[in-house]
């Protein structure tokens, strides 16, 4: 795929910050990506954004199929010549967040592993509506600004701990398996990126509940998890106080000091003396 700067210039392909259009060129680093995301020949793969097409050729050499989502229509020239010969790849000009979860589902037909290189604009919404969404989804690869991976797999009590974290945590395991520079990328962005595993498991018990309790805990960061639980689920304040105490923690505790099992326990409690 070295010459794929050449094709797009063919084309007369410009590239579209809009779209987050940073195109990853070099062979190894697809290789390895694709490695990552421990990707054989029984897996569907779906991609978001194949841009010019250099993942998705990569993923096709190891997967069954690849189903790749991508925004930019205008793609579509560069995108004959850059896939020619491959017969496991359907490309899909639509927007991934108006799809619908069930057309995904029609369209993929059987359980899949997710392998992208996120343009960053969307990061959080693509990371939410696949893990939010009851999809046959068995892992999620995927390249994100440095910054955001680690908000991923960020501990309690860092500053980088929040929504982000305990959404991907409940539902994922969730590692950095590759750190990138920006310097890989045409054109180069102004951040640097990580690859990040998510593999799928069970998830949490009271998800509806356990989310809203998330939202709420980090709904103002510097306020304690009472007054955040008083504001944003609208407990009283005695209440509130009850709650921390049956779960042994401090009343004076703010949210980010929270582990996800301690999440757990609240919301178990929540649910089963219904205050909510
Ligand atoms: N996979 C290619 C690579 O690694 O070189 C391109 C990655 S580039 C960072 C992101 C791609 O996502 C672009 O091709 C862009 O047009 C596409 N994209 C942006 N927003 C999208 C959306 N909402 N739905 C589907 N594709 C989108």
């Known amino acids: 795929m070295d010459n794929v700067i050449g094709i797009l210039k063919q084309k007369n392909f410009v590239t579209k910050k809009k779209f987050g259009q940073n195109f990853i060129t070099d062979t190894n680093l697809l290789n390895a990506i694709v490695a990552d995301a421990d990707i054989s020949e029984n897996d569907t ?4 954004g194949p841009g010019a097409g250099t993942l998705t050729r990569a ?3 190891k997967a069954k199929r690849v189903v790749a989502f991508e925004i930019d229509e205008s793609l579509s020239p560069v995108l004959k010549e850059t896939l020619t010969g491959l017969d496991n790849v359907q490309v899909v000009f639509r927007d991934i967040l108006k799809v619908k979860p069930c057309e995904i589902k029609e ?5 899949f592993k997710v392998v992208a290189n996120l343009p960053y604009y969307i990061t959080s919404p693509v990371l939410f509506y696949f893990l939010e969404n009851d999809f046959p989804l068995v892992s999620l690869s995927v390249m994100v600004q440095k910054e955001v991976a680690l908000r991923m797999i960020a501990d ?3 500053p980088d701990y929040g929504v982000l974290s ?5 539902r994922a395991d969730a590692v950095i398996t590759r750190h990138v520079s920006r310097k890989m990328f045409y054109p180069e962005p102004n951040v640097d990126s990580a690859v990040v595993k998510l593999t799928l498991n069970e998830g949490v018990p009271y998800r509806k509940t356990f ?5 709420a805990a980090f709904a103002c960061r510097r306020k304690t998890l009472v007054n955040n639980l008083m504001q944003s689920m609208g407990l009283s304040r005695a209440d509130s106080e009850t709650l ?4 042994g923690l401090d009343i004076r505790i703010r949210g980010e000091a929270l582990s996800k099992e301690h999440f757990l326990i609240l ?10």
Do not use: F, R
């Not at 793969?45 to 978001?48: A, K, L, P």
């Not at 369209?107 to 359980?111: D, K, N, T």
């Not at 919301?267 to 909510?276: N, R």
């Open 166 to 170: 305990l959404a991907v945590q409940s």
């Open 107 to 111: 369209i993929v037909g059987e359980s």
């Open 244 to 247: 921390l105490t049956q779960a």
């Open 45 to 48: 793969v779906v991609e978001i």
């Open 267 to 276: 919301s178990k409690i929540l649910e089963e003396i219904k205050i909510k």
């Open 211 to 215: 989310d809203k309790l998330v939202k």
């Open 156 to 158: 309690s009590d860092t």
């Open 59 to 61: 993923i096709a050499a």
